[in-house]
């Protein structure tokens, strides 16, 4: 009996022991995964969007860990503090360098005037100038072709102006070793000033067959650039909305707002062949309601930048060339030398003391037919009324060239419009 009974206390004692160790096992094991899966979250967690997480960290604490061993938990980082976002950097810094010459940008329309009125603001010797920057640009994108860069990779856009901005941000700032190759390639470069300096670089060729040459090219070119204390760039065909964000990262970036009477330049746009008789009002439209846009957008930037956006008209720097052009460069920054005074003669005849009469730029007004006449003023009311042009409704109006087509536009703009 004895002997049973101290079997049976054995038996006891064993299962209690078994019992114990799976026990204690299985809690072990539920601490471990339960630890393991705090780890495996943090490493999920770092491959992830930071925005709107819980930290996991915060869920840790000195009771998971075993104290005997040292857990070092790497930090989290996000792809833009790793470098990872590279595209349009500059564009995302506060401000970008203005060390260089004060970019000045006359924002304009084809068959505008713009050409006249570029000469006169490139007149300056501290003035570097460039012609039509974007021009080539507008054209490769419609072909859907990449754009080559000299310091990066070539490039595909769908949008002209998301090749455009960056282009013209990297132009006025003098950094040309950023800049595409359609830039240098294009006829339009032989006007910029200074453009000698890179096609000679580049073995005086237009196109570019050597990166790295073109690169060196266009470095000797950038220091150029850094000499002058003035930046003009002509640029006909961005909207001016889209300098919005070179007008908040650029603080010294101004720009000179170009308007003509649409009359003229829509009759100038079709001897020139870039629009139709046939669809000469869907035209006509378009412009006006472009035009009209920029308008309103100038008055936004002039209470976001004051003093940073000046309007001009064409018919007016005509009159009074030497005047206006004062006014331009005093906007602008820039000296008033004998030398401009001097280009201005040479481009109009004129002098400071002799004037001569604006005959050349209203003879349009002499042979225009006025079903013409009719279309424009009948497609652009819109922007009649928010700069003040006047309808022509008489032969005789348009044919009396002392009778102003301009007007002091009205206090508010016409309700109906609105």
Not at 161 to 173: C, E
Request: proline letters at 6%.
């Amino acid at each position: 009996m004895i002997m049973r009974g101290n079997t049976i206390l054995l038996s006891l004692t064993i299962v209690n022991v078994l019992l114990f160790t799976y026990i204690f096992r299985s809690v072990k094991q539920e601490e471990l995964d339960t630890l393991r899966n705090k780890f495996n979250l943090i490493d999920e967690y770092s491959n992830t969007d930071l925005s709107d997480k819980t930290d996991p960290l915060k869920e840790l604490n000195e009771d998971d860990l075993d104290g005997s061993q040292a857990v070092k938990v790497k930090p989290i980082v996000s792809p833009a503090q790793q470098g990872e976002v590279k595209e349009n950097l500059p564009l995302d810094q506060p401000t970008l360098a203005t060390t260089g010459p004060t970019p000045i940008i006359l924002h304009t329309y084809m068959r505008s005037g713009s050409s006249f009125v570029g000469d006169l603001l490139k007149a300056g010797a501290e003035t570097f100038y460039t012609y039509e920057p974007v021009h080539a640009l507008q054209f490769t994108i419609r072909r859907l072709a990449p754009i080559r860069y000299l310091d990066s990779p070539s490039k595909t856009f769908n949008n002209f102006l998301d090749v455009a901005v960056p282009t013209v941000r990297d132009m006025v700032t003098c950094q040309f070793s950023r800049l595409p190759f359609p830039y240098f390639e294009d006829g339009f470069f032989s006007y910029s000033t200074k453009a000698s300096v890179f096609t000679s670089c580049n073995d005086r060729q237009r196109t570019i067959t050597d990166t790295k040459r073109a690169y060196r090219c266009a470095t000797e070119l950038s220091k150029e650039c850094s000499k002058y204390s003035s930046f003009v760039a002509k640029i006909i065909r961005m909207p001016l909305y889209s300098f919005e964000e070179l007008m908040e990262k650029i603080p010294n970036l101004k720009i000179i707002h170009l308007l003509r009477d649409p009359r003229p330049t829509m009759l100038s746009q079709m001897k020139a062949g870039n629009v139709k008789q046939k669809y000469l009002r869907s035209n006509v439209t378009t412009y006006c309601n472009r035009v009209y846009d920029d308008v309103v957008k100038a008055e936004d930037f002039n209470r976001k930048f004051p003093d940073r956006l000046m309007r001009v008209y064409y018919e007016d720097i005509v009159k009074r060339p030497f005047e206006l052009t004062r006014k331009m460069y005093n906007f602008a920054g820039m000296s008033f030398t004998d030398k401009v005074s001097d280009k201005i003669s040479k481009l109009t005849g004129q002098t400071e003391n002799r004037k001569s009469s604006d005959d050349t730029a209203s003879a349009w007004r002499l042979s225009v037919d006025m079903d013409f006449i009719r279309t424009v003023d009948t497609s652009c009311g819109q922007l009649y009324t928010k700069v003040g042009f006047l309808d022509m409704t008489t032969e005789a109006d348009i044919r009396d060239t002392a009778k102003s087509l301009r007007g002091p536009p009205p206090p508010f703009d016409d309700f109906r419009l609105a």
